[in-house]
């Protein structure tokens, strides 16, 4: 059986929901939804701030589960408003723009906080020998 490594973010709703901001399985690392929220509960109304802000969790959950953001494979973006997509694409190719990863960018009717207007998650691949991929 593989080893599975969890991260934490320190989110509410980690403990509450009973769920980790990251798990590594193998050369797997899967990042899990991941909002706009600040250290003190903040989230300014700005939707690339917003993204600009879980892509900044994402990477930290990546970085304490050994992988980086040119290992990236996936990603899937949620919107409550199809108006905010092109901001909240140029974040995430400001991340991810090197390395683009598959993406998917979807509209819903709402996320968990009505404050949200983006919520990210994220799936990363490591070499083999479970290291992060050297950078291209």
Sequence with gaps: MTDRQRTFS??????TIGFCRA???GERVLV????????DGSCP????VQAARCLEIIVSAL???GARASD?????MLLTDASDGEAVGRAH???FGEHPPAATMVVVAALL?????????????LSADGRPNPSA
């Design 63 to 65: 970085e304490n589960a």
């Design 10 to 15: 320190g989110s509410p709703f980690e403990g």
């Design 72 to 76: 990236v494979v996936r990603t899937r």
């Design 93 to 95: 190719a400001a991340v």
């Design 32 to 39: 899990s939804g991941t909002a706009p929220i600040w250290p």
């Design 113 to 125: 906080d009505p404050r949200w207007k983006v919520e990210i998650e994220a799936e990363a691949v």
């Design 23 to 25: 798990i590594r399985v």
């Design 45 to 48: 109304d700005d939707a690339v």
